[in-house]
């Protein structure tokens, strides 16, 4: 019940195109889900967040869609480029607590 | 430029030995976290601390690791004896508290032959 189910596990996409990285979740606690964005050699970095109010969250070019019903978020990532080329975790916590459930990871290319 | 740092970056040891890995937390942050990060299991969280006073360290073998603050500076992560399944990328993150941002340091590549 914890868990967080990440798919798919390696993505290629072409250069321009959109990347799609689905997660999907059981516990209907959780109520803060970031994606982390890994490029290799370093630390995860927070990419973008969002609470279940809200059912979509726009950054630039990174969008999080939110389902609440379906307990389902997703990453969309616009007119991806080579420099996106990384993996991308997803991840959620409960109201008032420290800890992170992360997803399994997507590895994402984008080729040029 | 806060940034967390670690030390060392990389640890190559033979099984049996003993490895310290250590952690300077961003100045001011007052949650830190130990990950373990592999090909199979992905990004595991191994422990974690509030104000310098563990709150979990459920994700930790306890016969083996241990982890430690011994002050807001410095976070240290031991394993007595290390053994080849070990063999991971261990990162330490810091925060300022509950869901917000953690700040992952580079990771420490650890190989235990």
Request: aromatic fraction near 12%.
């Amino acid at each position: 019940q914890q868990q967080v189910k990440q798919s798919p596990q390696s993505l290629i996409v072409q250069k321009g195109g959109i990347s799609i990285i689905n997660c999907a979740y059981e516990n209907t606690a959780f109520d803060y889900f970031p994606w982390y964005q890994q490029f290799p050699g370093k630390g995860p970095a927070l990419l973008i967040a969002i609470r279940p109010d809200v059912s979509e969250k726009k950054e630039g070019r990174f969008t999080i869609s939110f389902n609440k019903s379906a307990k389902q978020f997703s990453l969309h990532i616009m007119d991806s480029q080579p420099g996106d080329s990384a993996t991308y975790f997803c991840a959620a916590s409960f109201a008032g607590t420290y800890k992170y459930i992360f997803g399994t990871g997507t590895r994402l290319k984008v080729l040029a | 430029d806060a940034r967390v740092t670690q030390t060392p970056r990389d640890k190559v040891t033979e099984m049996g030995q003993e490895v310290t890995m250590r952690c300077q937390p961003i100045l001011g942050h007052n949650t830190v976290f130990w990950y373990r990060q592999t090909m199979m299991q992905g990004l595991e969280l191994l422990a974690y601390f509030r104000n310098r006073a563990p709150l979990d360290d459920s994700g930790m073998p306890k016969d083996r690791f241990s982890a430690e603050m011994p002050d807001a500076t410095l976070a240290t992560l031991k394993i007595q004896p290390s053994e080849p399944r070990d063999s991971a990328v261990y990162f330490c993150a810091s925060g300022l508290g509950a869901q917000e941002t953690q700040y992952f340091g580079p990771g420490t590549r650890l190989l235990v032959l």
